[in-house]
């Protein structure tokens, strides 16, 4: 760059040319090729979430060209010959043809399914950044919105395939799924007869798999490419979010150009994608289907588990009592309503809910673009940490047999605590991580007001020992400086006796009392210009309370 | 090797294999006929000793908790101890000291699985390069082998029961494994897991694994006949020694079978692989996110 | 947030100025290393200034690129070598150890390839591109007030223009005429399937039991699932048994063989007589202690089938329902709210028969069951 730019060649040229002539194109290039990026490792992780699903569709077009989603009945006579003579279905016998006749094949099933475990856990992961770090704040609620509904997407489409390939494991998937909607009042019988086409688990014609198929290859595929596409756009649009940093303001946006660091990057995390997910497909098995057999109404496996990001609706399952209503001649059962929509329901829409709640709580209506350090916002990260455990806790319930096996702990016990724990757990979890936030604060506090242990030890000429501090750089400061401090409480009523908008009525009291939880504890973090030379070595928890009486 | 290649097409040849084989035939089948006569007067006396062996082998481990009489004991408040031994059969007591379960040494829950005591242990190491040493550990097995056969022939002397399967009936090559597949799918894999890899219980009480090379053919087929512990039975009339057979070629067929697709995450299904992709999959990914979003290295510019 | 603007201010701070800290004494833990997650320090240079590369570095950053680039060449010459070449030796890959050999390497390579490629741009990018670090504005995303009160009398007029506020009948017989368009997909997805009617009420048992009764015989014989074997009351007497069955003929006269097993599919249990519960002994649907239980669980509808003969539980390996054979699969565990429904059993010429379907609906449970 600081050599003087060569002319660009006549090929690139000529077909710039060419599009700018029909399309303008150049105005766009112009003005976002060197878009800047922010970097940091985990704006890395939506990407992963990216990368993984154009490797489903590759992988997934490579098996339609062999798959058959036929429920109809056929003898196996073919390579794996321990299943010689089995009865079974289209589907399953083609699955079994991909994996042990075309070459190539069961390494394409397994970067598939690889890459939908990655996909989920991408997505898992990349959400719990953006709600740690606030990114979901004004102005990216709408971003937010459709992460969620993604990440629905994405369990249904997981589920979907799961089942396809018409194995026991799968088929004990679905005959849960059946077991779930006939539980749903009213319309359940209906809905498991409508999906279905008639009775588990072959309906009248054998239309379940091709109807699975159908979702799972073109509906769902497609509205998450298009939902896929709004949420890049969107981001791009608005800019990515920055992590606080002396660099970075609510103005200006700092980082490599997208051409070419940036693009070269992004190009170099999509060949990782794919290197990690044929590395994991090449080393290790997944979803080995001629082990699981051919469904069998009859048959069942120890441990019947389904793919990771089901295991909450299966440990909410399993540690649910037994509730079951019986009255006016109808059935209700809480023992699978609940658990199949309390949990995911909790947390979904608790998700969906949340940028706004706080937006209402906190009265910030402005746009953030540099995100808040999670320690900043105790509250919010404290229910993250419930939420997740919460969250976790269902998980693992998911796999209590396998726990109780592996670890040597009695079945019911396991039940027992999870059925505790899945209340305690959170709460525990929210008082934990918030004191831990604000300790954090205070210790940030005390780094601004006293400056960083240098080591050195000085003797005062009373022969008193104390550390000597020195100023903490300023990179560090602007970081630890990004916190905004809670503003003093407006008074309910103003001198001449009218109560501040906002404050009348039930609502306005919850809010005022949500309000003054949110920002009840805060430690203020303020530069106030003044470094301790020589402080005698404390803690910072008193630097802290120090500090509080001073600001008050 | 010349030799024999010439003589193969000598005229005479064919009739000399076929005289050969029969010979063979009659020395194998004159060793499988039980022997009349003097033979058999030895034979009671042998046999006469050994039950003698059996008991005294009994009441050297069996018998504290079994009984005297293997009536079986019970406790204070007539909560059984220990079953009744009387009816089990030869197949029971083959089971639970080959693989070591009896003599129990605490009773938890379940009885695990273990090394058999030494009276017992028939699969002690004997491939030793010194001859001496290869020898007695031989004397070992053979003496452990027949301790085993007196004591189940004393057990079943006491009340019968079900006997030790033979060597043709457990032959995993004999069995079909996709019906012993199906039937191991329907009735077994729902504690055992789907490739036999062991699962959970109430209780505390386990599946035990079945996937690894220590249990036997022998082993495999005496649990089912005589359902040890929580396990259910699955007589010979349920169960067809043929259905047995089945099931257990589909089980060793399967252990044996390699993992076409890598490392087999212990065969127990997602919730390994939810784990693998998450600690190695996301894990790895995460490494390489921070090493492409980290500062550049320094030492590179131009100072 | 306080915005931090001074970015301007260039200059590492590394070694730090005079008037800042000494050297750290080695061994004292550093508050600051903790938090360099943030790849901090950069300054943003003036547009269009690159960074000057120490020539020797990065020649040899270009050999290790180029290297690893002629590494992933060459894994992609292998995977296609390997599969032109190899993999289709005698007739093609069939079977469990080729399709080991042939993911081991279709896979090997083509990891080897992505990740060598990948490698080598991340050097690239971080060791030979020059591109310094920019400063852009983020512009406000709202329009300002101007344009927005223009563009809402824009709005206005064109409603006016079209007269849909004007003419209040015309836009009412729009929505008319679009709401029953909206339900006819919803018409249209009837078909899917046949309604539940008595569907979930009965099982196979039922008509086989029904059939057999017109031939004059008390029930329908137990087959074991797999063998198809019919089970003798002598079969099974052996105390601590359990097998699978299903009613004989299922898979002949039935029009859906798999969805009729998939209801009728029964555990057969051999429970110590004495044990049995009173209630139970009263039904008096056992033969000597053979006892015959739906095997779909009545919670989401697994099969429930590990039977402890210890214990006499059976227990669902989904979600750990348990329930007590000897009474009667009373639900001694976890979430299924009912009993397995029991089957009744007798003998007949020495053979196991059912006298009768389930007295209730299998499996989990539904609004209409009550």
Same mark, same amino acid.
């Given at each position: ?8 060649p006549?090929a690139?040229?000529g ?7 029909r ?18 490792w985990?704006?890395m ?6 990368y ?5 569709l590759?992988?997934?077009?490579f ?8 429920m ?6 073919g ?10 279905s ?14 190539g ?11 939908a475990v990655?996909?989920?856990?991408a997505?898992?992961?990349h ?12 102005p990216?609620?709408l ?20 089942s ?11 005959r849960?799924?059946?077991?779930v909607?006939e539980?749903?009042?009213l ?5 498991y ?6 009775e ?59 051409y070419p660091?940036?693009m ?5 995390f ?18 080995p ?67 706004f ?9 402005r ?15 404290g ?8 969250y ?55 780094v601004i007001d ?15 020992f104390?550390?000597r501090?020195?100023?903490v ?10 916190k905004?401090?809670?503003?003093p409480e ?21 809010r ?12 203020p ?5 003044h ?15 120090e ?6 | ?39 058999e007067?030895?034979?009671i ?20 908790c ?10 204070a ?13 030869a ?25 058999p005591?030494?009276?017992?242990d ?10 001496e040493?290869?020898? *007695? ?11 085993? *056969?007196d004591?189940? *022939?004393?057990? *079943? ?10 060597? =043709?009936?457990?032959?995993? =090559? ?10 191991f ?10 490739v036999g ?15 690894? =090379? ?6 495999i ?20 020694p ?25 065969r127990i299904g997602p919730?390994?692989e ?5 600690l ?7 490494l ?16 | ?5 001074d ?23 550093s ?8 790849p ?9 200034a690159?960074?000057?590369?120490d ?7 270009? /050999? ?21 070449g190899?993999?289709g ?17 279709l896979?090997?390579?083509m ?11 991340? @050097? ?9 670090p ?19 009398k ?16 015309? /836009? ?5 005429a ?19 009617e ?13 059939r ?11 087959v074991v699932?797999?063998?198809n ?10 105390p601590?048994?359990? @097998? ?21 599919v ?14 139970? /002994? ?31 539980? @059976? ?8 329930f007590?054979?000897?009474d009667?699969?009373?639900?001694v565990?976890?979430?299924a ?10 003998e ?10 389930f007295?209730?609906?299998i499996?989990?449970s ?5």
């Amino acid at each position: 760059m600081s050599q003087t730019a060569p002319a660009a060649p006549k090929a690139v040229e000529g077909s710039l040319n060419f599009l700018d002539d029909r399309l303008g194109s150049t105005n766009f290039f112009k003005r976002n090729a060197r878009k800047a990026f922010p970097d940091h490792w985990s704006f890395m992780l939506g990407e992963i979430a990216l990368y993984s699903f154009v490797i489903l569709l590759l992988t997934g077009t490579f098996l339609t060209l062999w798959f058959k989603p036929s429920m109809h009945e056929v003898i196996y006579e073919g390579s794996y010959t321990k299943l010689n003579g089995v009865k079974m279905s289209e589907a399953y016998a083609s699955a079994l043809h991909i994996s042990f006749d075309v070459r190539g094949g069961l390494l394409m099933r397994q970067i598939h399914h690889w890459a939908a475990v990655l996909f989920m856990a991408a997505i898992m992961a990349h959400m719990l950044r953006v709600f740690f770090t606030g990114a979901y704040r004004k102005p990216r609620e709408l971003n937010w919105l459709i992460g969620i509904v993604l990440f629905t997407l994405g369990m249904v489409e997981g589920l979907f395939g799961y089942s396809l390939p018409d194995d026991l494991l799968s088929g004990t998937g679905l005959r849960i799924t059946q077991g779930v909607l006939e539980a749903v009042p009213l319309v359940g019988t209906y809905g498991y007869m409508f999906l279905f086409g008639g009775e588990f688990p072959e309906g009248n014609h054998g239309d379940l798999i091709p109807r699975l198929f159908t979702l799972h290859v073109l509906l769902i595929p497609g509205v998450i490419l298009a939902l896929v596409t709004a949420h890049m756009m969107i981001m791009w649009h608005q800019k990515h979010t920055a992590m606080p940093s002396r660099n970075q303001s609510e103005k200006q946006v700092y980082g490599y150009p997208f051409y070419p660091v940036f693009m070269a990057k992004t190009g170099a995390f999509f060949m990782f994608t794919f290197g990690v997910t044929a590395l994991l497909s090449t080393v290790t098995q997944i979803n080995p289907i001629w082990l699981y057999g051919p469904y069998d109404p009859g048959a069942i496996s120890a441990g019947s588990q389904p793919d990771f990001y089901m295991g909450v609706l299966e440990g909410a399952l399993r540690i649910m009592p037994n509730w079951e209503i019986t009255a006016w001649g109808h059935t209700l059962s809480l023992n699978v309503l609940i658990p199949a929509t309390l949990p995911l329901g909790i947390v979904f829409g608790g998700a969906a809910a949340w940028p706004f709640l706080e937006r209402w709580v906190t009265g910030d209506n402005r746009s953030h673009h540099v995100v808040e350090r999670p320690r900043n916002a105790p509250v919010r990260t404290g229910v993250g940490v419930a939420a997740v455990t919460f969250y976790g806790l269902l998980w693992l319930a998911g796999a209590n047999d396998v726990l109780a096996d592996k670890f040597h702990v009695e079945l019911f016990k396991t039940t027992w605590f999870f059925r505790v724990a899945i209340f305690a757990g959170p709460i525990l979890a929210y008082i934990v991580t918030k004191r831990i936030c604000l300790g954090l604060q205070r210790r940030d506090a005390a780094v601004i007001d006293h400056g960083v242990e240098s080591g050195i030890i000085v003797m005062s000429p009373e022969g008193k020992f104390s550390e000597r501090h020195v100023p903490v750089r300023e990179e560090e400061k602007a970081v630890i400086l990004s916190k905004e401090n809670a503003k003093p409480e407006a008074p309910a009523v103003d001198g001449s006796g009218i109560p501040a908008p906002g404050t009348k009525g039930p609502m306005g009291f919850l809010r005022s009392r949500l309000n003054r939880g949110w920002t009840l504890d805060d430690i203020p973090v303020e530069d106030r210009g003044h470094h301790g030379e020589h402080h005698e070595v404390e803690e910072g928890e008193r630097a802290g309370a120090e500090q509080k009486e001073l600001s008050r | 090797m010349k030799r024999f290649t010439a003589w193969r097409r000598r005229p005479w040849a064919g009739y000399a294999v076929v005289l050969a084989a029969l010979a063979a035939i009659g020395a194998i089948y004159a060793g499988f006929t039980p022997q009349n006569g003097r033979a058999e007067a030895a034979g009671i006396a042998q046999a006469q000793e050994d039950l003698e062996n059996g008991r005294q082998l009994y009441n050297k481990n069996c018998a504290s908790c079994h009984g005297q009489n293997a009536e079986g004991t019970k406790d204070a408040n007539g909560k059984p101890l220990a079953p009744s031994l009387l009816g089990v059969g030869a197949a029971s007591v083959d089971f639970q000291v080959s693989t070591g379960r009896m003599p129990a040494m605490n009773p938890g829950a379940q009885m695990p699985r273990k090394r058999p005591i030494p009276e017992f242990d028939v699969n002690i190491k004997t491939d030793y390069h010194d001859p001496e040493q290869r020898e *007695a550990a031989e004397k070992k097995k053979a003496q452990a082998e027949k301790n085993l *056969a007196d004591l189940r *022939a004393y057990i *079943a002397s006491l009340g019968g029961g079900p006997a030790v399967p033979t060597a =043709d009936q457990v032959d995993p =090559d004999k069995g079909d494994a996709a019906v012993g597949g199906k039937l191991f799918r329907t009735n077994c894999a729902q504690c055992h897991n789907f490739v036999g890899s062991g699962g959970a219980l109430t209780g505390g009480k386990y599946a035990p694994p079945l996937d690894s =090379d220590d249990v036997t053919p022998t082993q495999i087929y005496e649990a089912m006949l005589t359902g040890p512990q929580a396990m259910p039975v699955f007589n010979d009339t349920t169960l067809t020694p043929e259905n047995k057979r089945d099931i257990i070629a589909y089980l060793v067929k399967t252990r044996e079978e390699p993992n076409p697709g890598g490392n087999g995450l212990g065969r127990i299904g997602p919730v390994s692989e939810g784990l693998a992709g998450w600690l190695i999959g996301l894990g790895l990914l995460v490494l390489a996110a921070m090493w492409i979003t980290a500062k550049k290295p320094k030492k590179l510019k131009k100072s | 947030m306080s915005d931090n603007k001074d970015h301007s201010t260039g200059g590492e701070q590394q070694p730090r100025e005079e008037g800042g800290a000494p050297g750290r004494v080695v061994g004292t833990p550093s508050p600051a290393a903790e938090r360099r997650l943030l790849p901090e320090g950069d300054t943003a240079a003036p547009e269009g200034a690159g960074e000057e590369l120490d020539e020797q570095a990065a020649k040899r950053a270009e /050999r290790v690129v180029a290297s690893l680039f002629v590494l992933a060449f060459a894994a992609s010459v292998a995977f296609i070598a390997y599969y032109i070449g190899w993999s289709g030796r005698d007739g093609g890959m069939h079977g469990i150890e080729r399709a080991r050999e042939s993911n081991l390497w279709l896979g090997g390579t083509m990891t080897l390839a992505f990740l060598a490629m990948a490698v080598g741009i991340t @050097i690239w990018v971080r060791r030979l591109m020059t591109s310094q670090p920019v400063v852009q504005e983020r512009h406000e995303l709202r329009a300002d007030d101007a344009t927005r009160e223009s563009f809402a009398k824009t709005f206005l007029e064109g409603a006016q223009e079209s007269g849909i506020t004007k003419r209040p009948l015309l /836009r009412r017989t729009l929505l008319l005429a679009a709401a029953p368009l909206g339900l006819a997909p919803l018409v249209l997805l009837r078909d899917l399937g046949p309604l539940p009617e008595k569907r979930l009420r009965h099982t196979y048992w039922g008509e086989a039991v029904r059939r057999a009764k017109a031939q004059g015989k008390k029930g329908v014989r137990l087959v074991v699932d797999g063998t198809n074997k019919p089970l003798k009351v002598s079969d099974f007497a052996t105390p601590g048994g359990m @097998i699978t069955v299903v009613p004989e003929g299922i898979e002949e006269h039935s029009e859906h063989p798999l969805n009729e097993i998939a209801k009728a599919v029964t555990i057969l249990i051999n429970v110590p007589p004495d044990k049995m519960s009173p209630r139970m /002994r009263a039904r008096g649907w056992d033969v000597n202690g053979i006892v015959a239980y739906s095997k779909i669980c009545t919670h989401v509808g697994c099969p429930a089938a590990l039977y402890e003969q210890t214990t006499h539980h @059976i227990l669902c390996p989904c979600h750990q329902s348990t329930f007590d054979a000897t009474d009667a699969a009373k639900v001694v565990f976890g979430p299924a709210a009912r009993p397995l429904p029991q089957l009744p059993l007798a003998e007949e010429d020495g053979y196991l028969v059912a006298t009768g379907d389930f007295p209730e609906p299998i499996g989990p449970s539904f609004w209409e069951r009550g």
